[in-house]
Structure formats: C-alpha cells, structure tokens
C-alpha cells in the first residue's frame, strides 16, 4: 500500500523564502523604529517607508507546546554609522528560548541577558544559534546583502520590547570600513 502524506510546508534554504499556508508577513520600516538606532539625527533623516526587515512565518495555533517557524530577512543598510538590525527583544514569557539558522547574508546574533551581559554570535549560510530563556536577541546585518534567518520558537513566547526600550548594551558600528562594537550604557 502507498503512505498517504499530506503535502510539507516548505523553506527555499538559499534564499529563505517559505511556501504553504497559512502564511503571515510583516514588514517593519524605518519609520517604525524610533529609538532603535543611537544616531536620531540621521535616523529621522532616513526615508520612513524604508523597509528594514520583513518576517514570514507559518501561523500556528497558539497554547503551550505549539511552535512557530518564521523567517526574518534583513536588508542591508545603516543609520548614520550602524547598521541595520531588529527591534529586539525578550520573550514575555521569559524562560522560552529559541532556534535560529543563519541562510544568507552575514551579520551578527546579539544577545543580551537580564543582568546586561551581552555576547555575539556570527551569523551565516548554516550558522545554528541556540538562544536560552531569559535573554534577548537581535539580529545585525553587516553585509551587503539580505541577512535571513530561520527562527523556531514556542507560540506561547510573545514579545517584550519594553524591557529594552532604553536600548541593548553593545552597539555595531563602522568606522573607516571597520566593524566596531561599542558597550554603550543605556543604549
Ligand atoms: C521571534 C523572533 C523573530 C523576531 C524577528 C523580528 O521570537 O525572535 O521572529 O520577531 O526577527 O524581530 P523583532 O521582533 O525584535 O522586531
Ligand atoms: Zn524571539
């Protein structure tokens, strides 16, 4: 007798795009990331339609042991002397971790625990990223390319932006064409 199977949802790797339903999709632009970026001068010269990154994710239903898989694609870019990268955040649900993949582009995973210590991970075509409860991330794109992440997490987790409302404690930056990381205090 044939397996009967249903057909996958599917991830194109090279380029991160996701195929199935049902799908989500959104983009976050300029415009929308005030106080992300230390240079606010140059941020509010910046085109506020400007898209900076758009997420795809498969929608899941919600309740405890449910996942989401998701795709962020960062563009390349800067704000005055930093580059583009995510808002940023905690998981409200703050034991909850999380998986990402690097696909593309190159760029940085930085991630932040609760007591501000911070560290980051490069991330590429293959990079794995095993993100514990209790810490923040945000991705950085230092290339000049798409950045795409693959990213696995529990539904339940939610987002909390709040808590880094005052900014991440280390800031990537280039000078000269050199890649910086700068500690900085309240962002
Ligand atoms: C979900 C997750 C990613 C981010 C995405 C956008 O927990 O970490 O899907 O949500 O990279 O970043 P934020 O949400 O910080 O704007
Ligand atoms: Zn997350």
Redesign the pocket.
């Known amino acids: 007798m044939k397996p009967t199977h249903c057909p996958p949802r599917h991830v194109d790797w090279a380029s991160g795009t996701l195929r199935g339903e049902p799908l989500i999709r959104k983009t976050?632009r300029l415009g929308a990331l005030a106080g992300v970026f230390a240079d606010e001068h140059a941020w509010r010269q910046g085109d506020p339609e400007l898209a900076v990154?758009t997420?795809e994710?498969f929608d899941s239903p919600s309740g405890e042991g449910e996942l989401?898989t998701?795709v962020?694609h960062?563009n390349p870019g800067r704000v005055g002397d930093e580059f583009f990268m995510?808002?940023?955040?905690f998981?409200a649900r703050r034991e909850q971790g999380?998986v990402?993949f690097g696909l593309r582009g190159e760029g940085f995973l930085l991630l932040q625990d609760e007591q501000g210590q911070t560290r980051l991970e490069k991330v590429a075509a293959g990079s794995v990223h095993i993100i514990p409860g209790n810490t923040a991330?945000?991705?950085i794109n230092t290339g000049t390319e798409i950045l795409s992440?693959l990213?696995v997490?529990p539904t339940t987790?939610g987002?909390d932006?709040a808590s880094l409302a005052g900014g991440f404690a280390k800031r990537i930056t280039t000078h000269n064409l050199q890649l910086m990381a700068k500690e900085v205090q309240n962002g």
């Open positions: 976050t990154y997420v994710m989401y998701g962020t960062l995510t808002r940023g955040h998981h999380e990402y991330h945000r991705l992440a990213a997490w987790a987002h932006y």
